[in-house]
Protein backbone atom coordinates (compact mmCIF):
# COMPACT_ATOMS: atom_id res chain seq x y z
CA UNK A 1 0.00 0.00 0.00
CA UNK A 2 1.68 3.69 -0.88
CA UNK A 3 1.13 5.78 2.06
CA UNK A 4 2.17 9.23 1.87
CA UNK A 5 3.02 11.48 5.47
CA UNK A 6 2.68 14.70 4.44
CA UNK A 7 5.86 16.90 5.32
CA UNK A 8 5.96 19.99 6.77
CA UNK A 9 7.43 22.33 9.62
CA UNK A 10 5.92 20.34 12.33
CA UNK A 11 8.09 17.73 14.19
CA UNK A 12 7.80 14.81 15.59
CA UNK A 13 6.99 12.56 12.60
CA UNK A 14 10.17 9.94 13.09
CA UNK A 15 7.42 7.95 15.40
CA UNK A 16 4.64 7.96 12.83
CA UNK A 17 7.20 6.36 10.67
CA UNK A 18 8.19 3.77 13.10
CA UNK A 19 4.49 3.59 14.10
CA UNK A 20 3.80 2.37 10.47
CA UNK A 21 7.00 -0.11 9.94
CA UNK A 22 5.86 -2.11 12.71
CA UNK A 23 2.55 -2.53 10.51
CA UNK A 24 4.79 -3.88 7.74
CA UNK A 25 4.36 -0.59 5.86
CA UNK A 26 6.79 2.01 4.17
CA UNK A 27 5.21 5.38 4.06
CA UNK A 28 6.72 8.41 2.16
CA UNK A 29 7.13 11.61 3.70
CA UNK A 30 6.78 14.04 1.14
CA UNK A 31 5.19 17.94 0.65
CA UNK A 32 4.61 16.78 -3.45
CA UNK A 33 1.07 17.63 -4.29
CA UNK A 34 1.29 14.79 -6.88
CA UNK A 35 2.63 12.05 -4.67
CA UNK A 36 0.19 12.65 -2.09
CA UNK A 37 -2.55 12.85 -4.18
CA UNK A 38 -1.70 9.46 -6.06
CA UNK A 39 -1.20 7.81 -2.31
CA UNK A 40 -3.42 5.11 -1.37
CA UNK A 41 -3.40 6.81 2.98
CA UNK A 42 -2.35 10.27 3.73
CA UNK A 43 -1.61 11.05 7.07
CA UNK A 44 -1.22 14.62 8.42
CA UNK A 45 0.98 14.05 11.62
CA UNK A 46 2.95 16.70 13.58
CA UNK A 47 3.38 18.73 16.75
CA UNK A 48 3.91 22.89 16.51
CA UNK A 49 2.17 25.99 16.18
CA UNK A 50 -1.01 26.51 14.16
CA UNK A 51 0.43 30.08 12.33
CA UNK A 52 3.44 28.43 11.13
CA UNK A 53 2.23 25.34 10.26
CA UNK A 54 -0.42 27.04 7.98
CA UNK A 55 1.73 29.55 6.85
CA UNK A 56 4.15 26.60 5.28
CA UNK A 57 1.24 24.84 4.06
CA UNK A 58 -0.28 27.25 2.14
CA UNK A 59 3.63 28.39 0.97
CA UNK A 60 3.64 24.80 -0.81
CA UNK A 61 0.23 25.01 -2.28
CA UNK A 62 -0.59 21.76 0.24
CA UNK A 63 -3.55 23.72 2.16
CA UNK A 64 -5.66 22.94 -1.40
CA UNK A 65 -3.93 19.63 -2.10
CA UNK A 66 -5.32 18.42 1.71
CA UNK A 67 -8.54 19.82 1.88
CA UNK A 68 -9.40 17.93 -1.82
CA UNK A 69 -7.96 14.66 -1.31
CA UNK A 70 -10.51 11.96 -1.78
CA UNK A 71 -8.12 8.99 -0.05
CA UNK A 72 -8.32 8.07 3.60
CA UNK A 73 -6.64 10.71 5.52
CA UNK A 74 -5.34 10.84 9.20
CA UNK A 75 -4.70 14.11 11.34
CA UNK A 76 -2.69 13.53 14.25
CA UNK A 77 -2.51 16.38 17.21
CA UNK A 78 -1.83 19.44 15.33
CA UNK A 79 -3.26 18.05 12.25
CA UNK A 80 -6.77 17.47 13.62
CA UNK A 81 -6.60 21.01 14.92
CA UNK A 82 -5.79 22.83 11.42
CA UNK A 83 -8.29 20.31 9.58
CA UNK A 84 -10.66 22.70 11.93
CA UNK A 85 -11.91 25.48 10.57
CA UNK A 86 -9.88 28.16 13.04
CA UNK A 87 -7.54 27.70 16.10
CA UNK A 88 -7.15 30.33 18.91
CA UNK A 89 -3.57 29.27 18.51
CA UNK A 90 -2.26 32.58 16.88
CA UNK A 91 -5.61 33.31 15.57
CA UNK A 92 -5.28 31.52 12.36
CA UNK A 93 -7.77 30.66 9.66
CA UNK A 94 -7.16 26.55 9.70
CA UNK A 95 -7.95 24.51 6.30
CA UNK A 96 -12.07 23.79 7.47
CA UNK A 97 -11.98 20.30 6.77
CA UNK A 98 -14.53 20.44 10.07
CA UNK A 99 -16.35 23.01 11.03
CA UNK A 100 -15.34 23.26 14.28
CA UNK A 101 -12.89 25.83 16.49
CA UNK A 102 -10.19 25.06 18.49
CA UNK A 103 -9.50 26.22 21.81
CA UNK A 104 -6.64 26.16 24.67
CA UNK A 105 -7.26 24.68 27.50
CA UNK A 106 -7.92 27.14 30.33
CA UNK A 107 -6.72 25.85 33.97
CA UNK A 108 -9.48 26.21 36.41
CA UNK A 109 -7.42 24.66 39.38
CA UNK A 110 -3.82 24.48 40.29
CA UNK A 111 -3.59 20.78 39.09
CA UNK A 112 -4.48 21.22 35.96
CA UNK A 113 -1.50 21.93 33.76
CA UNK A 114 -1.08 23.26 30.44
CA UNK A 115 -0.16 21.31 27.76
CA UNK A 116 -1.84 18.42 29.12
CA UNK A 117 0.59 15.68 28.77
CA UNK A 118 0.36 12.03 29.44
CA UNK A 119 -1.95 8.80 29.39
CA UNK A 120 -5.61 9.43 28.85
CA UNK A 121 -8.85 7.42 28.39
CA UNK A 122 -10.95 8.00 25.37
CA UNK A 123 -14.61 6.98 25.70
CA UNK A 124 -17.86 7.26 23.35
CA UNK A 125 -15.95 5.67 20.41
CA UNK A 126 -17.69 5.31 17.11
CA UNK A 127 -16.43 4.80 13.13
CA UNK A 128 -14.49 2.19 11.73
CA UNK A 129 -11.17 4.04 13.39
CA UNK A 130 -12.31 2.36 16.73
CA UNK A 131 -13.22 -1.59 15.70
CA UNK A 132 -12.33 -3.44 18.06
CA UNK A 133 -10.72 -0.64 20.57
CA UNK A 134 -13.11 -1.07 23.96
CA UNK A 135 -14.24 2.04 25.64
CA UNK A 136 -11.76 3.50 28.04
CA UNK A 137 -8.69 2.77 26.91
CA UNK A 138 -6.00 4.55 27.46
CA UNK A 139 -3.68 6.87 24.89
CA UNK A 140 -1.23 9.63 24.71
CA UNK A 141 -1.47 13.48 24.67
CA UNK A 142 0.18 16.14 24.50
CA UNK A 143 -1.43 19.25 23.66
CA UNK A 144 -2.39 22.60 24.82
CA UNK A 145 -5.15 23.08 22.49
CA UNK A 146 -8.50 21.17 22.06
CA UNK A 147 -11.71 20.66 19.67
CA UNK A 148 -14.45 20.68 21.90
CA UNK A 149 -17.22 18.41 21.86
CA UNK A 150 -18.95 18.58 18.21
CA UNK A 151 -21.06 16.62 15.17
CA UNK A 152 -17.87 15.25 14.25
CA UNK A 153 -16.66 14.04 17.31
CA UNK A 154 -16.19 10.02 17.41
CA UNK A 155 -14.03 9.70 20.44
CA UNK A 156 -13.66 12.14 23.44
CA UNK A 157 -11.93 12.78 26.63
CA UNK A 158 -11.55 15.12 29.61
CA UNK A 159 -9.14 16.98 30.81
CA UNK A 160 -10.40 19.81 32.54
CA UNK A 161 -13.67 19.62 30.25
CA UNK A 162 -14.67 17.33 28.18
CA UNK A 163 -13.14 17.68 24.68
CA UNK A 164 -12.97 15.45 20.67
CA UNK A 165 -10.32 12.84 21.44
CA UNK A 166 -11.35 12.54 17.60
CA UNK A 167 -12.95 13.38 14.76
CA UNK A 168 -14.04 11.82 11.27
CA UNK A 169 -16.16 13.65 8.49
CA UNK A 170 -15.90 11.71 5.42
CA UNK A 171 -12.83 10.30 4.05
CA UNK A 172 -10.91 12.47 6.78
CA UNK A 173 -10.29 10.85 10.27
CA UNK A 174 -8.29 12.64 13.09
CA UNK A 175 -7.17 12.19 16.38
CA UNK A 176 -5.97 14.83 18.98
CA UNK A 177 -3.71 11.70 20.47
CA UNK A 178 -1.03 9.88 18.99
CA UNK A 179 -1.26 6.37 18.33
CA UNK A 180 1.99 6.02 17.21
CA UNK A 181 3.05 6.65 20.66
CA UNK A 182 -0.28 4.68 22.42
CA UNK A 183 0.99 0.82 22.48
CA UNK A 184 -1.22 -1.38 21.09
CA UNK A 185 -4.05 0.09 21.42
CA UNK A 186 -2.83 2.79 18.65
CA UNK A 187 -1.20 -0.05 16.79
CA UNK A 188 -5.15 -1.00 16.28
CA UNK A 189 -6.40 2.36 15.41
CA UNK A 190 -3.72 2.96 12.65
CA UNK A 191 -4.58 -0.56 11.24
CA UNK A 192 -8.13 0.26 11.51
CA UNK A 193 -7.49 3.43 9.34
CA UNK A 194 -5.36 0.96 6.93
CA UNK A 195 -8.25 -1.11 6.19
CA UNK A 196 -10.90 1.56 5.70
CA UNK A 197 -12.61 1.28 2.33
CA UNK A 198 -14.59 4.17 1.35
Same mark, same amino acid.
Given at each position: ?29 ? !? ?37 ? @? ?26 ? *? !?????? *? ?19 LKSKLYIGVDENKFVYFVHSYYVPVCEFTIATANYIQSYSASLHKDNFYA?? *? ?16 ? !?? @??
Amino acid at each position: MDVAIVKYNAGNIRSVINGLKRLGINPILT !DDPETIIKSERVLFPGQGEARTAMEYLREHKLDKVIKDL @KQPVLGICIGQQLLCKHSEEGDTECLGV *F !DAEVKR *FCPTRHEDKVPAMGWNEITNLKSKLYIGVDENKFVYFVHSYYVPVCEFTIATANYIQSYSASLHKDNFYACQ *FHPEKSGDVGEKILKNFM !DI @KL
